[in-house]
């Protein structure tokens, strides 16, 4: 069984293309989260946990409703996380969460995505993020391939950068940046109601037509990158750089 949580798509599309070589069920921890339920799921199978990367971690939100959210079956979990660039020492919190859980952790896979963070870092243009999609298969697939065997998947070599980002830096970066306050929508706004619909969290309600957020964000960029008229910012880093969501529904 497969679960995947994604913001833009990078790793909805990650979960689909290991369900494609796997045959799994695939679970959206989105669609779970918007209907504030945790679950409870039983697997004869490995589970699959796959996420972006925040801040060199699991997503906070996703930790929790795995936390939250009750596995009978089978123990062994794999863990896939997409990245602008790597994903740290996320495995050293990941397996704490498996200790917790009673998971066998089976490892982490570090696939290399499109950045879509533009709150705060440039993001690709689109030949760019087609390029970056191509080299991303192959890794997948062999991720899958390795799921599909139930073989562990290889360890990274840990840096002493690794262990300070996933570690200090983390939680020093969830609470000088992961906030709603930034948000604005220009007059470019058409009302479609897409923000709403897509936050994980529900945490954007129309006020007048126009998206209003309300404090509880994981910065997923769902809505910014979703935009079909382009009507949302975030402050000025987001003026100008490449909108990417490609999120099936």
């Given at each position: 069984?497969?679960?995947?949580?994604?913001?833009?798509?990078?790793?909805?599309?990650?979960?689909?293309?290991?369900?494609?070589?796997?045959?799994?069920?695939?679970?959206?921890?989105?669609?779970?989260?918007?209907?504030?339920?945790?679950?409870?799921?039983?697997?004869?199978?490995?589970?699959?946990?796959?996420?972006?990367?925040?801040?060199?971690?699991?997503?906070?939100?996703?930790?929790?409703?795995?936390r939250d959210a009750r596995f009978d079956g089978n123990r062994d979990a794999y863990f896939v996380l997409t990245c602008g660039g790597n994903c740290g020492n996320a495995a050293k919190y990941i397996r704490e969460l498996c200790t917790a859980k009673g998971f066998r952790f089976r490892g982490l896979a570090?696939?290399?995505?499109?950045?879509?963070?533009?709150?705060?870092?440039?993001?690709?243009?689109?030949?760019?993020?087609?390029?970056?999609?191509?080299?991303?298969?192959?890794?997948?697939?062999?991720?899958?391939?390795?799921?599909?065997?139930?073989?562990?998947?290889?360890?990274?070599?840990?840096?002493?950068?690794?262990?300070?980002?996933?570690?200090?830096?983390?939680?020093?970066?969830?609470?000088?940046?992961?906030?709603?306050?930034?948000?604005?929508?220009?007059?470019?706004?058409?009302?479609?109601?897409?923000?709403?619909?897509?936050?994980?969290?529900?945490?954007?309600?129309?006020?007048?037509?126009?998206?209003?957020?309300?404090?509880?964000?994981?910065?997923?960029?769902?809505?910014?990158?979703?935009?079909?008229?382009?009507?949302?910012?975030?402050?000025?880093?987001?003026?100008?750089?490449?909108?990417?969501?490609?999120?099936?529904?």
């Amino acid at each position: 069984m497969i679960f995947y949580f994604s913001g833009t798509g990078n790793s909805q599309l990650a979960a689909k293309r290991i369900a494609g070589i796997t045959g799994d069920e695939l679970v959206s921890i989105n669609d779970m989260l918007r209907a504030n339920g945790s679950g409870a799921f039983h697997s004869d199978k490995p589970l699959v946990f796959v996420a972006p990367t925040y801040a060199w971690r699991i997503p906070r939100i996703v930790e929790k409703w795995i936390r939250d959210a009750r596995f009978d079956g089978n123990r062994d979990a794999y863990f896939v996380l997409t990245c602008g660039g790597n994903c740290g020492n996320a495995a050293k919190y990941i397996r704490e969460l498996c200790t917790a859980k009673g998971f066998r952790f089976r490892g982490l896979a570090e696939v290399v995505m499109p950045e879509n963070y533009l709150a705060m870092f440039p993001t690709p243009n689109a030949d760019e993020c087609r390029e970056i999609l191509r080299r991303a298969e192959p890794v997948i697939d062999a991720v899958g391939a390795r799921i599909r065997s139930e073989e562990p998947l290889p360890e990274k070599r840990i840096t002493p950068a690794d262990r300070v980002e996933s570690g200090p830096v983390n939680p020093l970066f969830y609470s000088l940046f992961v906030h709603d306050k930034k948000f604005t929508v220009t007059n470019a706004c058409i009302s479609c109601g897409k923000c709403a619909q897509r936050c994980p969290l529900n945490n954007i309600t129309l006020h007048g037509g126009r998206p209003i957020w309300h404090g509880n964000c994981t910065h997923c960029m769902a809505c910014i990158g979703g935009c079909p008229a382009r009507a949302i910012e975030y402050g000025e880093k987001s003026k100008n750089r490449n909108r990417y969501y490609i999120a099936e529904k």
